[in-house]
């Protein structure tokens, strides 16, 4: 397995060596990391971390749970893969922007709740923030070299999950198995349903904002079935560049380990014969997370934070059993609408909004299980 794509051809050119921490290495992403770093002779995994699940052995440093930037400090990575899932992963990401440490960064929720803060370290420490979200990895190869006046805007695909063509009442009964079985993609729970709430692409519509600098009204979402076209970008002359593939994250994650050499991965390359791509508008009645994200977005300050702890909260107590489908979307529309918009100027102004989201979205709960 670990040789297979190399085997008879010299994949490599070996330009690339970097010393690698994988946060969040027994999720699924950390998963598909762990393979790309072990095949690639010029990555080396230096330092592991998980949430709770043993990595002894793993790596020469590891760490179970805890505050990740000690990892750090002792393991000075030359990239910093974090695969964490939600909130927990903030203070990776600002320590590898504040250090200059290149940041692939998987761990959305980190950027979309703290997206000043994490410019304003990246621009102090230098480092290079390099997309794992395969939307977000696709946009930023499409743009890579273009004049940012040349972009007209940006256009991110959404499978629409496992309940595209549902109405609002026809999610009402639908269970967590269901909502788990996500037509494309293999991930973690969290971000599976997330996929089919939509609020996954409402969060990645607040990581595109930060992440290229393009205002939210030049950020589209159309759903496109099958996760063939990743994202588009349309330029000011009427181009449109798209970037293709089969939906395998091994891409994206080879792609943020060694930029910018684009090393060979194992996923197959796309036939184009034969191929058809649709795409729709999303339905935001029957998936409304996807417009309070935006509505959270443009709102600005602490509302991204309060719309993702929400979106945790409610997504947890819907795993569990606590909450229905439907009651996801409830429990975050009152905490966002609710919650107070302050400007984010500091990490412990941005952990008490945290705080503050969560207590708020446990009392929406009550209500709307
Ligand atoms: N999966 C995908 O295809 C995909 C695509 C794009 C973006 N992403 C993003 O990538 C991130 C990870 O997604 P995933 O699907 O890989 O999730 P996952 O399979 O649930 O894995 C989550 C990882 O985070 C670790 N973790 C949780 N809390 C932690 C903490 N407090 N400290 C350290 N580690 C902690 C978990 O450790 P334990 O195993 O010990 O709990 C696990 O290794 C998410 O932000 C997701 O939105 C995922």
Redesign the pocket.
């Given at each position: 397995m670990r040789l297979a794509w190399r085997s008879g051809r010299p994949l490599y050119t070996e330009r690339v060596r970097k010393r690698v921490a994988i946060?969040?290495?027994?999720?699924?992403?950390?998963q598909q990391a762990r393979e790309i770093v072990e095949a690639h002779p010029g990555l080396e995994l230096v330092a592991a971390?998980?949430?709770?699940?043993p990595v002894d052995g793993i790596a020469p440093l590891t760490q179970v749970?805890g505050d990740?930037t000690d990892l750090l400090e002792a393991a000075a990575p030359d990239v910093v893969l974090n695969?964490?899932?939600?909130f927990?992963?903030l203070p990776a990401t600002l320590w590898a922007l504040e250090h200059g440490v290149d940041l692939a960064l998987?761990?959305?929720?980190s950027l979309v709740a703290a997206g000043e803060l994490a410019l304003a370290a990246r621009r102090r420490g230098g480092g290079r923030l390099l997309p794992?979200?395969?939307e977000h990895s696709a946009v930023f190869q499409c743009l890579e070299g273009r004049a940012a006046d040349t972009v007209a805007g940006v256009v991110l695909t959404a499978s629409g999950g496992p309940f595209r063509g549902r109405t609002r009442a026809e999610l009402a009964d639908v269970s967590p198995e269901e909502a788990l079985a996500h037509p494309t993609?293999r991930?973690?729970?969290?971000?599976t349903v997330d996929s089919a709430t939509l609020a996954n692409k409402g969060l990645e519509l607040i990581e595109a904002h930060f992440l290229f600098g393009v205002p939210y009204e030049r950020i589209e979402v159309v759903i496109h079935p099958t996760s063939v076209v990743h994202a588009v970008v349309r330029f000011r002359d009427g181009a449109l560049f798209a970037h293709l593939g089969h939906p395998d994250?091994r891409v994206p994650i080879s792609y943020a380990l060694t930029y910018p050499e684009r090393a060979a991965t194992p996923a197959p390359s796309l036939e184009l014969a034969g191929l058809t791509l649709a795409f729709e508008a999303p339905d935001l009645e029957a998936f409304p997370l996807l417009a309070l994200a935006r509505w959270a977005g443009e709102a600005g300050g602490t509302a991204p934070c309060a719309f993702n702890a929400a979106n945790e909260e409610a997504v947890a107590a819907f795993l569990a059993g606590r909450l229905p489908f439907v009651g996801i979307a409830d429990v975050v529309e009152r905490v966002v609408t609710e919650a107070d918009v302050t400007p984010a100027r500091d990490l412990d102004e941005l952990v008490e909004a945290d705080a503050r989201a969560r207590r708020m979205a446990e009392n929406a709960l009550a209500v709307a299980a």
């Open positions: 946060l969040g290495i027994t999720g699924s992403i950390g971390a998980s949430g709770s699940r749970g990740l695969a964490v899932v939600g927990a992963g998987a761990n959305k929720e794992v979200d395969s993609w991930m973690g729970p969290k971000i994250m």
